[in-house]
């Protein structure tokens, strides 16, 4: 049978434009079917309408109809799988004239043959327990509607009509839609709640958009414009107080499928829902996006952090081809010094000396010395991307490094600091960065201390030292 196993389940009829490769992929049957066909005591005028009940209940789920009307391909493949002549009958009822109840009969010995079972008040329950559970992290009552066919047709079920289901699922998912009502209603007070749902259709920053189309819109590429963005919308997700909204009772499925529904449609016509709905999904999607915009400015602002990086291990390979030409450079002096016959050898030999002196007395070329000084020297980008952290409210342990290093930075920032205080606590920082803090200058050591803490947020936040309370994975 079909390798598509749901492409077919819960159609009524057959799709008239089946061609023959679709009818050989999805309708045949096995041999084994065939020979039941055969060897059954039904007699042999009824063996192709047995054969069409058979293919149309094992591809769709549903007893064949006697109005069900077959593409030519599948009836076609029937008949030459039966060895009988092809026919121009389209329809059961042609094949079953007047015989109702002989259909009734070969409808159930069909399902016997295919293990499938009628749809009774055993299966009804069944079917309503697994939609519960479903319905927890089902985005919409079509999700749930089409779980609820694959789950019958797994489970070897006739499927019943489509309203049995459609109301079966609305129902579950009623209860589910109710529950997080509630836990809506505890976490957001009912008067900001009608406030936020009226905000929500208000012009954004960008006139000529609401908000909530706004929220919806991407950033944009990689650069210090799109982080604004980023950093704008949190920001105005957190004046909105989402940031305090506890939703702990929902699980991130929940949330995210809520969420879903908001994204998918129009901001018209999630206006026209009603308010409980409406209030359900505007929350979820502000409280998912907040954690996936906080993702976002993370990862924004360590791409940043890695340009700038980078920059640094540019210089490096500059400074390293600059260096090979001067030890080439030497190495031509020395040449022309040795065959330099107008002097004397002790005359030569002190030029050369001291050529060498020159050049193995210099320092060598240092990539960690030089990233240091190049995120020394960025200042203006580096506190580009500070700024744009300052909205993630990055949180670590009191007692560890880096949660001391975030709130030493903190209060620099909130002063309003030019230079860094001559009493500043170095230990914060590694041994290989002291040197560039204990400098006469404070504003370049000001510098330099932010640098550091740059690439420390950044290693903090890869390696959990750091975290952000209304970070997507943090929230649940």
Not at 227 to 254: A, D, F, P
Not at 279 to 286: G, K, P, R, W
Request: glycine letters at 6%; one cysteine or more; a positive charge.
């Amino acid at each position: 049978m079909s390798s598509y196993r749901y492409r077919f389940v819960g159609y009524e009829k057959m799709p008239s434009g089946m061609n023959a490769d679709d009818v050989q992929l999805h309708c045949q049957l096995s041999d084994e079917l065939i020979r039941e066909i055969r060897n059954s005591s039904f007699l042999k005028r009824y063996h192709l309408g047995l054969a069409v009940q058979m293919s149309f209940l094992a591809l769709t789920g549903r007893n064949a109809d006697a109005r069900l009307k077959m593409p030519a391909p599948m009836l076609s493949l029937l008949c030459s799988q039966l060895g009988i002549h092809s026919t121009a009958i389209g329809s059961l009822k042609s094949l079953y004239a007047n015989a109702q109840r002989t259909l009734t009969t070969h409808r159930a010995w069909v399902r016997e043959k295919l293990l499938f079972s009628s749809y009774d008040e055993a299966n009804h329950q069944r079917l309503y327990v697994a939609m519960s559970k479903r319905a927890v992290d089902a985005s919409s009552v079509d999700e749930l509607f089409t779980f609820a066919q694959e789950w019958l047709f797994d489970n070897r079920i006739v499927l019943p009509s489509d309203r049995v289901v459609q109301d079966l699922a609305r129902y579950a998912f009623q209860v589910v839609e109710n529950q997080a009502f509630v836990i809506i209603q505890a976490a957001v007070t009912p008067v900001r709640l009608r406030v936020l749902l009226k905000v929500m259709h208000e012009e954004s920053p960008i006139p000529g958009i609401s908000l909530l189309e706004w929220l919806k819109q991407s950033a944009g590429k990689h650069g210090v414009k799109a982080l604004k963005e980023v950093n704008s919308r949190i920001e105005t997700l957190k004046t909105l107080g989402v940031h305090l909204w506890n939703l702990q009772g929902l699980t991130i499925g929940r949330i995210h499928a809520f969420a879903q529904s908001v994204v998918n449609r129009s901001p018209s016509e999630t206006a026209r829902r009603i308010e409980s709905t409406r209030s359900i999904e505007i929350v979820c999607f502000l409280k998912h996006l907040l954690g996936e915009l906080s993702d976002e400015a993370i990862f924004r602002n360590n791409r940043h952090t890695g340009d700038i990086v980078r920059m640094g291990t540019n210089r490096v390979q500059a400074k390293q081809a600059q260096r090979a030409m001067e030890y080439r450079t030497s190495i031509k002096s020395i040449r022309d010094i040795a065959a330099d016959t107008t002097r004397d050898a002790q005359s030569r030999l002190s030029s050369i000396m001291a050529l060498a002196d020159d050049m193995l007395g210099r320092p060598p070329v240092s990539r960690a010395e030089i990233v240091r000084r190049t995120l020394t020297e960025q200042s203006a980008r580096v506190r580009t991307v500070l700024d744009g952290m300052a909205c993630l409210e990055l949180k670590g342990d009191a007692e560890h490094r880096d949660g001391r290093l975030i709130s030493a930075l903190r209060d620099l920032r909130a002063a309003g600091a030019k230079e860094l205080p001559t009493d500043f606590d170095t230990s914060l920082v590694d041994a290989k960065w002291r040197p560039l803090l204990d400098v006469p200058d404070r504003k370049a050591a000001l510098r330099a201390f932010e640098g550091f803490a740059l690439t420390r947020i950044r290693k903090g936040l890869i390696g959990g030292s750091l975290y952000v309370d209304f970070h997507a994975e943090v929230t649940h």
